[in-house]
């Protein structure tokens, strides 16, 4: 078998010094000389065996470089018991170890990764002297343990390379990509100088790590290098062990309210489940702020395949960043799923600024004084400490203010309002924040149909001014939104009471457009709709808040709670980046801030401990942004900055990728379409290692011993070269050599 065929046209060149001999042979022309007498004949001995010696020396030059093509063409002599070979064959080996979190799972004393490790110690004691060895670590992305591949006979390089580091090796806690890492092994053993190249893959046979439901992936990391059967051999070798411990596992974190202020009560609650085989009792689960823990709860007891909600209360008394962390103290089956992180933004103030009606600053803004009192219901002591804090303003004072320096907008029964300000609002709801219009008595249908929309504000068509007779039903359409939701508490509906005589028709102006509460004839009373990419959202009230049209105010109990919702949710969309609880893996972390003081440098500190400096951006905004894309490893992490003035650490919790924890296995039908595509050549058992490695798989190269031979020949052409050019044409005697003329 020839490797490169097309070399053989080398061979072309044995004829080159066929042609210089022919161009250049001896023609000799008689010259009489008196002399001559005294010359004896040459022996035709001598003759003979020179004529020999050049034909000799022709036919090595031939051979030497029709040998030297076919050396460069690469023939193999194929496997098989009469190949003299077999025992000089040597290979490139790789081999791929599955560093997913699910092989953390723990049986019989030992994880999988560490039974993984003892199989590949067995590889290392099978190799050969002139075999390569190389291990790749199959994570959310692959890492190869050394540069290059390691030589069997350094034995101090590979306890160095890929003993010491997989000894030492943290469990893993990431997804895994089986065809990326294969994809890495083939790259790997195609830096080896040998021809047999073999690559095997550990690994407990997950089927979200393997991803046989992706087969473009396959297609393209296997397009990556030499395909096809006969150049690399890939071998599925399963690697498992049995669970005999349950496994518990620590859901997300969910904290009510999402807004979190100082001093105000919070709920955190979590889900503990039992995936089994066996039941759990006695489990101690650890509530931590900041690493310290704050108080504890048992689970008595919680059976195979059941799940148990825990919650804690709590109330945070310093505003800024902080952290959260859920864990069980318990030996099972898994120890990287036993706890849960979560990241709280807590806010000392909320800003929200409310442009009433009036033109200027006279008079006492009559029109919100029931919606500035339901967002700071308290004495004037309280009030200083409240979160939400509301400043009324005219229109035109409104102008002159930055408006991002408020969490939220609140336009209170608005009339003709100049085509800046709302085009400023527009701007203010695209770059994440949130704005609220509050039609009433002062709204005109220009405002609504025409100033709104060539502001950005395309929520709904403003129809005709509605009287009721009798007040209509008032129907939650989304009890899950965030604005709504706690009227719809406990299957309730804690708006039933509110008497409305009057309202504005509006028509949602697209399907983006939610409607979250309508009367019973379908009529919005609130609608909802997303501004831009940055979580901006806009909120408009088809009825007014000053007690004119309905009773609401003042006759029911619902309208705090709807006002103080109705900000939180708006105020959390421009941090949907910036103040999440928790990400999931390869999620940004963005961070946000003004531009003074100005930031000398910033680092984010991952959960491994590593520090990675990060340059922060200022934008059009005049603000700051930082972005951190590289947060696929779950867990804490930490935004540092200089000077030490700036508000910090900023911490940003990852989770678990829950579908990482997938049981799901590659069925028969998988592996046979790898096979068949010959992305894989067979699943061997971790018993048949030696047996593979030990036989001739795809023949033996015959390059060293060819470049052997070629050296020889070369050598033998230089002595025989050296052999014709000492010999004389013709033999002088002696006498006549001493003659004087």
């Known amino acids: 078998m020839i490797e490169m065929p097309i070399l053989l046209l080398g061979l072309l060149a044995a004829g080159v010094p066929i042609v210089i001999h022919l161009l250049h042979r001896h023609r000799t022309t008689p010259i009489p000389w008196g002399a001559m007498m005294f010359l004896e004949e040459s022996s035709i ?238 489990v101690p689960i650890h509530f931590l702020v900041n690493g310290k823990i704050v108080t504890e709860r048992i689970i008595a007891d919680l059976a195979a395949g059941k799940s148990q909600t825990i919650a804690f209360r709590y109330r945070f008394n310093n505003a800024g960043s902080h952290w959260v962390k859920v864990q069980a103290d318990v030996h099972d089956a898994l120890s990287a799923d036993n706890h849960a992180i979560a990241s709280v933004h807590v806010r000392r103030h909320l800003p929200v600024l409310i442009i009433d009606s009036q033109a200027v600053n006279t008079g006492g803004f009559r029109a919100s004084r029931f919606l500035q009192a339901a967002m700071q219901p308290f004495s004037s002591a309280m009030a200083r400490k409240a979160l939400i804090q509301p400043r009324v303003v005219s229109i035109s004072t409104a102008q002159r203010l930055q408006l991002a320096h408020y969490a939220v907008v609140v336009v209170n029964d608005p009339v003709a309002m100049p085509q800046r300000l709302l085009a400023n609002l527009g701007d203010y709801a695209r770059a994440g924040h949130g704005v609220w219009f509050i039609l009433g008595r ?138 999440r609880h928790f990400l999931k893996p390869g999620d940004a972390i963005v961070w946000t801030g003004p531009v003074k003081p100005t930031v000398q440098s910033a680092k984010i500190i991952n959960p491994a401990g590593v520090a990675v400096a990060v340059q922060p951006q200022i934008t059009a905004e005049g603000k700051y942004l930082m972005v951190y894309n590289h947060t696929q490893l779950p867990g804490l992490y930490q935004a540092v900055f200089k000077p030490v003035v700036i508000p910090q650490p900023v911490y940003y919790s990852v989770a678990i990728d829950s579908s990482a924890l997938d049981p799901l296995l590659v069925s028969k039908a998988d592996l046979s379409w790898l096979t068949h595509q010959h992305y894989i050549n067979g699943v061997i058992k971790p018993a048949q290692i030696p047996g593979v490695l030990s036989s001739v798989l795809v023949g033996v190269d015959l390059w060293p011993w060819l470049a052997l031979l070629v050296m020889a020949m070369l050598i033998g052409e230089v002595l025989l070269c050296r052999r014709l050019l000492a010999s004389p044409l013709v033999t002088v005697p002696q006498e006549v050599s001493n003659a004087k003329v």
Request: glycine fraction near 8%; charged fraction near 15%.
């Open 45 to 282: 001995q001598q003759r003979r065996r020179r004529t020999i010696e050049e034909w000799l020396l022709l036919l090595l030059r031939i051979a030497l470089l029709a040998l030297l093509a076919f050396l460069l063409a690469r023939p193999i002599l194929g496997a098989g018991h009469l190949n003299p070979f077999s025992s000089h064959a040597t290979s490139d080996i790789a081999v791929v170890m599955d560093h997913s979190i699910s092989s953390g799972l723990r049986g019989s004393g030992q994880t999988d990764f560490q039974k993984q490790t003892q199989v590949l110690r067995r590889v290392m004691a099978l190799l050969r002297p002139a075999d390569t060895l190389s291990v790749i670590l199959a994570e959310h992305r692959p890492v190869s343990l050394s540069k290059l591949p390691v030589l069997a006979s350094d034995q101090a390089a590979l306890r160095r390379q890929f003993l010491r580091p997989l000894s030492h090796q943290p469990p893993g806690l990431t997804g895994s990509s089986i065809p990326a890492a294969i994809s890495m092994a083939r790259r790997m053993v195609n830096r080896g100088s040998n021809f047999q190249k073999v690559i095997l893959v550990l690994s407990n046979q997950r089927a979200i790590s393997w991803q046989v439901d992706h087969p473009s992936l396959w297609r393209q990391f296997m397009r990556r290098g030499p395909s096809g059967p006969g150049k690399i051999l890939v071998y599925d070798v399963p690697v498992h062990v049995t669970p005999t411990l349950s496994n518990l596992s620590v859901g997300s974190i969910h904290i009510q309210p999402a807004l979190v202020g100082v001093g105000r009560p919070v709920r955190l609650s979590v889900s503990i489940s039992n995936s089994g085989p066996l039941p759990l009792s006695h």
């Open 442 to 579: 002062n709204t005109t249908p220009s405002l609504v149909n025409k100033a709104l929309p060539a502001a950005g504000f395309s929520v709904a068509g403003l129809g005709p001014l509605v009287h009721a007779s009798t007040s209509p039903m008032l129907v939650i359409k989304h009890p899950g939104n965030s604005i709504v939701h706690i009227l719809a508490a406990l299957n309730r509906n804690m708006i039933v009471g509110v008497t409305l005589s009057k309202w504005w028709q509006l028509t949602p102006a697209s399907p983006l457009v939610k409607v979250l509460l309508a009367t019973a004839v379908g009529d919005p009373i609130i609608l909802e709709k997303s501004m831009g990419i940055e979580g901006g959202k806009v909120v408009i009230w088809s009825t007014p808040v000053d007690g004119s049209w309905n009773d609401w105010p003042t006759a029911a109990g619902s309208f705090v709670p709807l006002v103080d919702q109705c900000v939180y949710a708006l105020a959390l969309g421009g941090n949907q980046h910036t103040r």
